[in-house]
């Protein structure tokens, strides 16, 4: 809108806009004066109705309020009318000094060619919308988002600190902390069964073998096996490489290269700088970037690993930033190509960022659980007033009946269904455990308890395990049956080392490591600890999630994780509030069970997971 004289009460506010950023927004706004000259000579109506800009404004201020770029507000209408309702999409001045915005207009219903109306619960607002209107065609069209819906024939919209997603039915998730992957595929799956798509894209874990895991069970998710603090520091770096080169706009001054000047005297010059030196090496291309210490020499800064040419694959290195501003168009290459992939987010791309240690309240050492009666425990879930009835507990035996047998020394790899190799010594003492429900070492020969206190039998000599050997770092102390720890152990009031899990109990935790000196992790009717498998369906891992590392290594990525139907019901009620199908209450009810939930995966993503299992067998 235009007023046909400038009022004093009516001034922009602040600094005008960067010309680069503005030039990106609205490059009809700003033309040559060539282009403005042959304009001219052709003096069309569609000519007469391009106003010119001389700059642009993030604020203006009218009657003493201050209005922002992006705020929406009322427009005052012909007497009697109400108001008409905009959202501000463009401040600017022309090149003759008149100020102007330009706006995204809502519609009342009755201005639309609505036919009917339905009842439908919405949140409290002022107004409310869901729909695009094309005035053009009196047409709609859905508008799922106000940051990704179409701009109408009026006006367009294009926000600053915001990437237009590729997919716009897609949601992309930021896995921090990752591990090998559960919580962000559990989300993922919970999603999916709200009807919303959300994918990993990006995953950040220090572990390499975590990393490998996540990588193989998610091939499109770009995982990083570096530290989440540098992880985050690279993404500032990101943005400022892809503000230098246009890619993104920018609101800040952009900071000129330290050696632009000498550059441009090179340039000036006579002399040769496009030739090698015979002691320099050329680069070929940059296969990727980091933030950290990749060359191991104690000091963090920005990394591109280089790709010399004339070199293979293995002569690649990790190289500082600043000795590679030179090479502007291999790094305008790979910026542009690693923006055009979306290979790390920027501001306004990340839908979802889960991270973070899984919940102690809902863990087995939770000091302030119910002890003999786990299930007992209530829950508080915000002001809720009643306790939310629960299903039936899944028990080991949903988790272990199925399960092929497995011996102390499995060498298949399938499904990761091996246990933890025990030393000759704690296989025998596991052999001797009674397989029988609360089986432990109190069950062995040389010890007895006194008021729930196990000590050694004085009455007869301590048994001696049949490998006769020494242990530990004294080796006077021969191999027992009963080691002193066990009896140690909590003051002797525990009944955990080498204790053995039962059919009908439920599991309280699943730790990182597989050992059974001190915790109950024998298998209820074979001589060995559960297996990598066993312990990953009892956290929900479905059977096609191969694990990657040493076995230990397996254990740790497993006893980690937050259980899949803790994520599955996250992600359900993230799709759902995305959608706004749910209310601010704190509970919502799940349609579905876990595990056959898992069965609504599709047939083509199985296909696809179990495709890339069988190429790492």
């Not at 395990?465 to 720890?485: A, C, F, M, Q, R």
């Amino acid at each position: 809108m235009k007023r046909a004289e400038p009022d004093t009460d009516l001034c922009f506010v602040g600094k005008p806009m960067f010309f680069s950023e503005a030039m990106s927004k609205w490059p009809e706004r700003y033309r040559s004066s060539k282009a403005r000259l042959m304009e001219s000579q052709n003096d069309s109506d569609e000519n007469k109705k391009k106003i010119e800009a001389k700059c642009h404004y993030l604020q203006a201020m009218v009657d003493g309020v201050v209005f922002n770029l992006g705020d929406n507000v009322y427009v005052t209408a012909e007497p009697g009318e109400p108001n008409y309702i905009g959202k501000i999409v463009e401040l600017f001045q022309a090149i003759h000094g008149e100020p102007y915005f330009r706006a995204r207009w809502f519609y009342y219903a009755e201005d639309t060619n609505v036919t009917g109306t339905e009842e439908r619960i919405i949140p409290p607002c002022d107004f409310y919308y869901d729909m695009n209107y094309e005035l053009e065609h009196l047409t709609f069209s859905c508008a799922s988002d106000d940051r990704e819906a179409s701009s109408s024939t009026i006006s367009s919209e294009c926000d600053s600190n915001r990437i237009e997603a590729p997919h716009k039915n897609e949601k992309y998730l930021l896995d921090l902390y990752s591990g090998c992957g559960a919580m962000s595929t559990g989300l993922c799956a919970g999603a999916s069964l709200s009807g919303v798509k959300l994918t990993t894209k990006w995953a950040v874990d220090t572990k390499s073998s975590a990393c490998a895991s996540l990588k193989l069970n998610h091939p499109e998710t770009e995982v990083r096996n570096e530290a989440v603090e540098d992880f985050l520091i690279l993404l500032i770096e990101w943005r400022k490489l892809c503000q230098k080169l246009l890619l993104i706009p920018s609101n800040e001054p952009i900071e000129p290269d330290s050696d632009s000047d000498e550059d441009e005297e090179e340039e000036d010059g006579d002399n040769d700088s496009s030739e090698i030196q015979p002691e320099e090496f050329e680069v070929e291309e940059f296969l990727a970037i980091c933030y950290g210490d990749p060359k191991k020499v104690k000091k963090s800064a920005l990394h591109l690993k280089v790709r010399w040419k004339g070199y293979g694959p293995e002569e690649d290195t990790w190289e500082p930033f600043d000795g590679l501003r030179k090479c502007k168009d291999k790094l305008k290459e790979f910026v542009t190509k690693g923006f055009k992939s979306n290979l790390l987010p920027l501001p306004g791309g990340v839908d979802f960022v889960c991270g973070g240690p899984p919940c102690q309240g809902v863990s087995g050492f939770n000091r302030y659980r119910n002890k003999k009666e786990p299930l007992e425990d209530k829950i508080q879930v915000g002001q809720s007033q009643k306790d939310p009835k629960l299903g039936k507990a899944l028990e080991l035996s949903d988790a272990l009946s199925d399960l092929p047998p497995a011996t102390n020394t499995e060498r298949r790899i399938l499904f990761d269904h091996q246990p933890l190799q025990l030393s000759k010594d704690d296989l025998e003492r596991v052999r001797q455990i009674p397989k029988k429900k609360g089986a432990n070492f109190r069950d062995l020969r040389g010890v007895i308890v006194v008021k729930n206190r196990v000590r050694f039998d004085p009455s007869i000599e301590r048994p001696m395990l049949e490998s006769g050997k020494t242990s530990g770092t004294n080796e006077s102390i021969p191999s027992l049956v009963v080691p002193n720890y066990a009896v140690k152990y909590v003051h002797g009031t525990s009944k955990k080392p080498f204790g053995r899990l039962w059919f009908d109990e439920v599991v309280n935790t699943v730790v990182t490591r597989a050992e059974p000196h001190n915790q109950i992790i024998l298998h209820p009717l074979q001589d060995r600890v559960l297996s990598v498998r066993e312990n990953a369906r009892l956290q929900g891992f479905p059977d096609f999630y191969k694990l990657c590392g040493p076995i230990r290594e397996k254990y740790i990525q497993v006893g980690n994780a937050v259980a899949f139907p803790v994520g599955i019901a996250l992600g359900y009620a993230f799709g759902l509030a995305s959608q706004g199908l749910c209310d601010d209450g704190p509970e919502i009810s799940l349609p579905f069970k876990f595990p056959q939930c898992l069965k609504h995966v599709t047939a083509e993503e199985h296909s696809a997971l179990q495709g890339q299992k069988e190429k790492g067998l």
